[in-house]
């Protein structure tokens, strides 16, 4: 029985998921489409991250060294997202912004040029399909670009989606499939008996289910009542992003993902078919702080005018900064946890959007039938325990 005065929801759902943003959503919207009892905890849902990321699916321009079996995970979720973004737009009638745009990686200096030519090499290594022009090549397929650029690889496989835009629909989605959305925060993680039971909010109420996952960033470790150990900090990496307005003069802009590295900072810009185009992002490591400083954005635009001189011409109607999940390896965090009725999914640092199709589709695996899928089983917390595999997890 609760204390006096401390009220427990009616409804006990099957799987409690502790965050609204992208991931959060796509996970409670697949788990409930396998016919779970689904709540989602969260004070703002369809908030987070995603609506601070330009959404490029960029598994193979995203990839760097000793990173395969993150790229496999990246190209099984870019995969899907043709169909995802169909499935929620068919489901709510609202547009992902979804588009198989590619990407070019071009190189301004000769140092750059010799940087991407190995990356090619290791493309080729791994079988990725990635193409060198030369920068006569990378001017014709996007007039805009610098005269002095020395050549790039074009990816065709890499895509664009708009964070805001999916997040909206998957809010929509859950909504239809019957998640309930709970628009508080969890002030406690509830453990009887070893086991993990459901959240506590901070006016006292208890919300209690047999299955709880973690989905809250950056933020997930730091849940009251999470016992030490089960899982490792998630560190948050700012990033700060700029939004333009592309007039209808100027249009077509670009007609694809642009990604450099000028000075040593990674650099991109993602044009979206309603002429907004977004430059992203610096990567700084302070805490929890999401300023937008005078630094950060000079150094973007002067960056993407040197990558695209063009620039200087369009609106600048937005400018912001989010966080990035990172774990300890870069990796995301995917399954069951030692703490048994407690599975996670957070840490996909630069590749939340990405990894959105992907994590929903095995979560809510694990979560229907209690086995660790193949393709998660990489990426689990015990990872980060080695004294215990992925079977002895117990879900």
Request: include cysteine.
């Amino acid at each position: 029985m609760p204390a006096k005065g401390v009220s427990t929801l009616a409804r006990t759902p099957d799987v409690l998921v502790v965050g609204g943003g992208i991931i959060g959503l796509g996970v409670a919207w697949r788990t409930a489409q396998r016919g779970l009892a689904v709540t989602v905890l969260d004070p703002a849902p369809g908030g987070g991250a995603a609506q601070v990321a330009a959404g490029m699916l960029a598994p193979v321009t995203e990839l760097q060294y000793g990173e395969e079996p993150l790229l496999r995970l990246g190209m099984a979720s870019n995969e899907r997202y043709a169909a995802f973004a169909a499935e929620l737009t068919e489901a709510t009638g609202l547009d992902t912004g979804y588009r198989p745009t590619g990407t070019l990686a071009v190189a301004l200096d000769s140092d750059d040029r010799a940087e991407l030519r190995e990356l090619l090499a290791f493309h080729q290594r791994l079988g990725l399909e990635s193409h060198w022009l030369t920068g006569r090549e990378c001017r014709r397929l996007e007039p805009m670009l610098a005269p002095g650029v020395r050549g790039g690889l074009q990816v065709t496989g890499d895509h664009q989606v708009d964070g805001r835009r999916m997040s909206a629909a998957l809010v929509a989605a859950c909504e239809r499939a019957g998640v309930v959305l709970h628009r508080a925060e969890a002030a406690e993680l509830l453990v009887a008996e070893g086991r993990a039971t459901g959240v506590r909010l901070a006016d006292g109420t208890r919300l209690t289910a047999p299955r709880v996952v973690l989905a809250a960033g950056c933020r997930s470790h730091l849940l009251p009542g999470l016992p030490a150990g089960v899982l490792p900090a998630i560190r948050p990496v700012k990033g700060q992003v700029l939004r333009l307005r592309i007039p209808r003069p100027y249009a077509p802009f670009l007609s694809r993902n642009v990604r450099a590295v000028v000075r040593g900072q990674h650099i991109y810009l993602v044009p979206r078919a309603d002429g907004e185009l977004v430059i992203g992002a610096t990567s700084e490591e302070l805490g929890h702080d999401t300023t937008v400083t005078a630094g950060g954005v000079y150094e973007l635009l002067r960056d993407a005018h040197e990558l695209i001189p063009g620039i200087t011409e369009l609106p600048l109607v937005e400018t912001g900064a989010g966080l990035r999940p990172g774990s300890p390896d870069n990796a995301p965090l995917l399954g069951p946890t030692a703490l048994p009725g407690l599975a996670v999914a957070t840490g996909h640092y630069r590749n939340g959007v990405l990894l959105t199709p992907v994590t929903a589709d095995l979560l809510a695996e694990h979560l229907a039938t209690g086995a660790v899928p193949e393709l998660a089983a990489p990426f689990t917390p015990a990872r980060f325990t080695p004294t215990r595999s992925t079977a002895e997890v117990p879900s």
